[in-house]
């Protein structure tokens, strides 16, 4: 058992489930915008998610020589953060100042009610990495504990 | 005095049970924090199993069994997880999803908890071998 590796992939699936909550609410924050720079109307983001083996110098060091050997560790980060392709919404609203010649303008295809769920389901997976870290450190600190006289 | 050892065979197993639940713990966090990877498949270390194998004593090998298994937990131990692929009888892992995750939540959370409780029974256990040393050390002083 390596007691730091295990910080660290709770850590790392923290870290990736908060960039998957700031994704969700620049989502959110831009359901109505019209104006970016890459021109049109704001397109919805995804966050996504891989396994990557655990990374480190020393630790992997000893681990070859003292640490038992458990493969197939794999802790998470962000691969990316994909454009979605949908297409935007059209709304007629002739004289708002972004509509096409036709009076339409165009929206993202943001569904709110679908962004809250997400967001939900992103919050508890942190909050269910967070319980294993805390579970972690009661074990770590009764294993230093180990010999004191009662 | 011949074979005279601090641990005895059942401090040993202590160790041992400790070690394999520590990676079993190892193991159950990275499944939770891999809940959201697509195609990630949950594994687990099937703990009865190992300390089976582990601790079956060889009586033809040289030694007692406090002996060989000093050797045994000299080395690092290798302990490969089960990986649950789809439709794997003796599942206790949970649905797939569609996005080939069969990782779920509550029950990665309950098994990690059990895990965790059990470490704990046996690092008790443990120090209360060493207390009980202790007062031998200290010829039933306190």
Same mark, same amino acid.
């Given at each position: 058992?390596?007691?730091f590796?295990?910080?660290?992939?709770?850590?790392?699936?923290?870290s990736?489930q908060?960039s998957?909550?700031s994704v969700?609410?620049?989502n959110l924050?831009?359901?109505?915008t019209?104006?970016?720079?890459?021109?049109?109307?704001?397109?919805?983001?995804?966050?996504?998610?891989?396994?990557?083996?655990?990374g480190?110098?020393?630790?992997?060091?000893?681990?070859d020589?003292?640490l038992?050997?458990? *493969?197939g &560790?794999?802790?998470?980060e962000?691969a990316?953060?994909?454009?979605?392709?949908?297409?935007?919404?059209k709304?007629f609203?002739?004289?708002?100042?972004?509509?096409?010649? *036709?009076?339409?303008? &165009?929206?993202?295809?943001?569904n709110?009610? *679908?962004?809250?769920?997400? &967001?939900?389901?992103?919050?508890r997976?942190? *909050?269910?990495?967070l319980?294993?870290?805390?579970?972690?450190?009661?074990?770590?600190?009764? &294993?230093l504990e180990i010999?004191?006289?009662? | 005095?011949?074979?005279?050892?601090?641990?005895n065979?059942?401090?040993?197993?202590?160790?041992?049970?400790m070690?394999?639940r520590g990676?079993?713990?190892?193991?159950?966090?990275?499944? +939770?924090?891999?809940?959201?990877?697509? @195609?990630?498949?949950p594994?687990? +270390?099937?703990?009865?199993?190992?300390?089976?194998?582990?601790?079956?004593?060889?009586?033809?090998?040289?030694?007692?069994?406090? =002996? =060989?298994?000093?050797?045994?937990?000299?080395?690092p131990l290798d302990?490969?997880? +089960?990986?649950?692929?789809? /439709?794997?009888?003796?599942?206790q892992?949970?649905?797939?999803?569609?996005? @080939?995750? /069969?990782?779920? !939540?509550? =029950? =990665?959370?309950? !098994?990690?908890?059990?895990?965790?409780l059990?470490?704990?029974?046996s690092?008790? !256990?443990?120090?209360?071998?060493?207390?009980? !040393?202790?007062?031998? +050390?200290?010829? /039933?002083?306190?």
């Amino acid at each position: 058992m390596d007691l730091f590796k295990m910080f660290a992939i709770s850590g790392a699936a923290m870290s990736a489930q908060r960039s998957r909550m700031s994704v969700i609410s620049g989502n959110l924050a831009n359901t109505e915008t019209t104006r970016t720079p890459e021109g049109g109307p704001y397109r919805r983001r995804d966050v996504i998610f891989q396994t990557t083996p655990l990374g480190g110098e020393f630790p992997d060091l000893l681990a070859d020589t003292m640490l038992d050997r458990s *493969e197939g &560790l794999l802790s998470v980060e962000v691969a990316g953060i994909k454009q979605s392709s949908r297409a935007p919404r059209k709304i007629f609203d002739p004289n708002h100042p972004d509509a096409n010649p *036709e009076g339409y303008v &165009l929206l993202p295809d943001i569904n709110v009610m *679908e962004e809250m769920v997400d &967001l939900l389901s992103a919050v508890r997976s942190y *909050e269910a990495n967070l319980t294993v870290y805390n579970a972690t450190k009661g074990l770590v600190r009764r &294993l230093l504990e180990i010999g004191n006289a009662p | 005095m011949a074979g005279l050892r601090l641990f005895n065979f059942s401090q040993q197993l202590l160790e041992l049970s400790m070690r394999v639940r520590g990676a079993r713990h190892e193991i159950l966090s990275a499944n +939770i924090a891999n809940a959201d990877t697509p @195609g990630y498949r949950p594994r687990d +270390i099937d703990f009865a199993a190992t300390m089976r194998t582990t601790v079956e004593m060889d009586d033809t090998a040289a030694g007692s069994r406090e =002996q =060989q298994m000093e050797r045994l937990l000299a080395s690092p131990l290798d302990l490969q997880p +089960i990986v649950y692929e789809p /439709g794997m009888t003796n599942n206790q892992h949970g649905e797939d999803r569609l996005d @080939g995750n /069969g990782v779920s !939540l509550d =029950q =990665q959370l309950a !098994l990690l908890n059990e895990n965790a409780l059990s470490y704990e029974a046996s690092l008790t !256990l443990f120090s209360r071998t060493l207390a009980s !040393l202790r007062y031998a +050390i200290g010829e /039933g002083r306190r």
